[in-house]
């Protein structure tokens, strides 16, 4: 990452020496900087509101009653995680918080499941449910896009919520195709792992 952002800088800098507009680079530098925190302080409600709620919702035992309701996804992605086990509880905040747009409320529940995965998994090789997980938390579903739709709200945006049926077709389409790749794959490697065994 560090590097693609040194990129960024350097065609900037060169574009900017090469047509004579230095000046407008060094403005963007300056007022790009002090937009990102202005925005980021904006967000600071809206994403504390929802993630106590995620809180409030697991300390008054609503995390179980939510990984019961998802049981027949998560019994079909994770077969072996039975149905107590804290792991399965912590996908399935994971998968609550990505449905409500909450990327940063969903990154601690997310690491806790991912630790608990890969507890169980072989020493420097990740199981195929840490890689289902990792597909979930990247390309998840959202049925409410929290964080776009209070940042088009902040820009001025007169429903920054008509983007939703955009949102359901890109997410579901995304989530798919992630989860079928990782599926073929996953399935790819276990067939030559029991051929590499049986050589």
Not at 95 to 114: E, H, I, R, S
Request: glycine residues 10%; hydrophobic residues 50%.
């Amino acid at each position: 990452m560090k590097w693609i952002l040194t990129g960024m800088l350097a065609v900037a800098l060169l574009c900017g020496g090469l047509t004579g507009q230095m000046a407008e680079v060094s403005n963007a530098a300056l007022t790009g900087g002090q937009e990102a925190v202005e925005v980021c302080i904006r967000l600071t409600a809206a994403l504390c509101l929802w993630s106590g709620m995620l809180k409030v919702a697991e300390a008054a035992g609503l995390a179980d009653r939510i990984a019961g309701l998802l049981s027949p996804v998560l019994g079909r992605i994770f077969p072996r995680l039975e149905k107590g086990d804290p792991a399965r509880r912590y996908i399935a905040m994971n998968m609550t918080a990505n449905l409500l747009g909450l990327g940063n409320a969903a990154t601690p529940f997310g690491l806790k499941a991912a630790e608990a995965l890969a507890a169980r998994g072989e020493s420097g090789r990740a199981s195929n449910e840490l890689v289902y997980l990792v597909v979930l938390n990247t390309a998840s579903l959202q049925l409410l896009p929290t964080t776009v739709a209070s940042l088009r709200a902040l820009h001025g945006a007169a429903a920054p919520l008509d983007i939703l049926p955009a949102v359901w077709i890109s997410s579901v389409a995304a989530l798919l195709t992630a989860l079928g790749t990782a599926w073929l794959l996953g399935n790819r490697r276990g067939w030559h792992l029991k051929r590499r065994d049986r050589a």
